[in-house]
């Protein structure tokens, strides 16, 4: 006989909660929604199809989940701190500027809305123009990499009101906004409006100043109003790549448009095809592209796309590498680089690792002695997939669709 607690709308929620938290998405979504189909009114609810419409770009089913559930709330309520975070994020990547910075500016955040505030025009004004989300092809353009180094770096050209100069930016999907060196950011006339510590995934905290930069040229796409910050990233990459880097462009610009980091042809391409025959792609923070990865064939998990994590294939923390039952290499010393970070830890080898549509054997990977992201969002993430995991093939990522694919090496 069934339990009559199976069918509880109370357990099914519960349920669904548990398996978001432990960052399940495509198993908690249809649960939340059949829930709403239901009849069920709950802040819980809400909340929950509010992110997860959120992290797949569904923004205005997102926003209206979020302020349902906000309406309920009460300031005293801790939780509400949060949705009014996801909805500030919700209302900036839907172009809503002044919401966004009313948003921020309230959660402490005032250098960044004082930023939204100065882009009132809207922030990526892309010429040619993108297509509108859901079409089946952008204006496209190629960009080849300079010199050997494994880190994609193309040149760019910035622009202010009075000057304007080539630069090196590397392309890292760990990056949110575009990061500038000072030394390139005072002459292209970026705009700053106060400082904000960052974090990075694997590495040490910092501080960057948030800036506007008026104009960025990559080949024959312009690029008006981009958002930055400015970070020294000379210093922070000169470990990782023999000339000096100016700045790191991330996921904050990589979003607008479908992208294609191949790494057999060195070449970074923008626009083209939209990509729909990928696997599901998140976006956390409007910073952090997360896809579902299997392990050993033992564990589904989430991982942190980051392809700023050079020289290896996976870093995951104890938990993770435990669950999955990597082979640690105890006698050997794994050396991994990322943005402002060497990293330092035991190597180990996962016999298979499946993601994006691949699947790649014996990946090298290190053991993570601190990961902060693995909690850091209300929901469980198993680690980071670095270029590694690519090897001599194509990412592809569009987050119009919301999808990813890797492919092998032609």
């Known amino acids: 006989m069934a339990s009559p607690d199976r069918s509880s709308p109370e357990r099914r929620l519960k349920t669904a909660l548990e398996l978001f938290h432990?960052?399940?998405?495509?198993?908690?979504?249809?649960?939340?929604?059949?829930?709403?189909?239901?009849?069920?009114?709950?802040?819980?609810?809400?909340?929950?199809?509010?992110?997860?419409?959120?992290?797949?770009?569904r923004l205005e089913t997102a926003r209206e989940h979020l302020e349902t559930a906000l309406r309920a709330e009460s300031d005293s309520v801790p939780g509400s701190v949060?949705?009014?975070?996801?909805?500030?994020?919700?209302?900036?990547?839907?172009?809503?500027?002044?919401?966004?910075?009313?948003l921020y500016r309230a959660l402490g955040r005032t250098a960044l809305a004082a930023k939204l505030q100065a882009a009132q025009a809207?922030?990526?004004?892309?010429?040619?123009?993108?297509?509108?989300?859901?079409?089946?092809?952008?204006?496209?353009?190629?960009?080849?990499?300079?010199?050997?180094?494994?880190?994609?770096?193309?040149?760019?050209?910035?622009?202010?009101p009075q000057q304007s100069l080539s630069v090196r930016l590397a392309i890292d999907t760990g990056v949110g906004e575009t990061l500038l060196d000072p030394a390139v950011a005072g002459p292209a006339g970026v705009?700053?409006?106060?400082?904000?510590?960052?974090?990075?995934p694997a590495g040490p905290a910092g501080r960057v100043q948030h800036g506007l930069l008026r104009h960025l040229s990559l080949g024959t796409l312009d690029i008006g109003?981009?958002?930055?910050?400015?970070?020294?990233?000379?210093?922070?990459?000169?470990?990782?790549?023999?000339?000096?880097?100016?700045?790191?462009?991330?996921?904050?610009?990589?979003?607008?448009?479908?992208?294609?980091l191949d790494y057999g042809k060195r070449q970074l391409q923008l626009g083209g095809r939209a990509v729909t025959d990928g696997s599901p792609l998140y976006l956390a923070?409007?910073?952090?592209?997360?896809?579902?990865?299997?392990?050993?064939?033992?564990?589904?998990?989430?991982?942190?796309?980051?392809?700023?994590?050079?020289?290896?294939?996976?870093?995951?923390?104890?938990?993770t590498a435990g669950a999955a039952d990597v082979d640690v290499l105890v006698d050997a010393e794994g050396v991994g680089f990322g943005i402002q970070n060497r990293l330092s830890a035991l190597p180990f080898v996962c016999d298979s690792v499946a993601a994006a549509g691949a699947r790649r054997q014996r990946i090298g990977g290190m053991l993570l002695r601190q990961f902060?992201?693995?909690?850091?969002?209300?929901?469980?993430?198993?680690?980071?997939?670095?270029?590694?995991?690519?090897?001599?093939?194509?990412?592809?990522l569009d987050f119009g669709t919301m999808q990813v694919a890797v492919d092998a090496g032609g």
């Open 22 to 57: 432990g960052g399940r998405f495509a198993d908690s979504a249809p649960l939340g929604e059949a829930l709403r189909e239901e009849g069920l009114h709950d802040i819980r609810l809400h909340a929950l199809l509010g992110e997860l419409h959120l992290l797949q770009n």
């Open 82 to 102: 949060r949705l009014r975070a996801l909805l500030a994020d919700c209302h900036r990547r839907a172009h809503r500027p002044e919401a966004a910075a009313a």
């Open 122 to 160: 809207g922030e990526y004004r892309l010429h040619p123009p993108a297509a509108e989300r859901g079409s089946e092809r952008t204006p496209e353009i190629a960009l080849p990499w300079i010199g050997e180094s494994p880190v994609p770096v193309i040149e760019a050209r910035l622009s202010g």
């Open 191 to 200: 705009t700053t409006f106060g400082d904000e510590g960052i974090h990075f």
């Open 225 to 260: 109003n981009v958002p930055v910050q400015v970070y020294d990233t000379r210093s922070s990459l000169a470990r990782l790549l023999p000339f000096p880097v100016d700045g790191v462009i991330g996921c904050g610009l990589l979003s607008q448009l479908p992208t294609t």
């Open 285 to 319: 923070a409007n910073q952090y592209p997360l896809l579902e990865g299997r392990l050993n064939d033992r564990i589904n998990t989430l991982l942190f796309l980051d392809t700023g994590l050079s020289g290896t294939g996976l870093a995951l923390p104890l938990s």
């Open 372 to 396: 902060r992201l693995e909690r850091q969002f209300g929901f469980r993430i198993g680690g980071l997939l670095g270029d590694g995991f690519i090897g001599n093939g194509r990412l592809r």
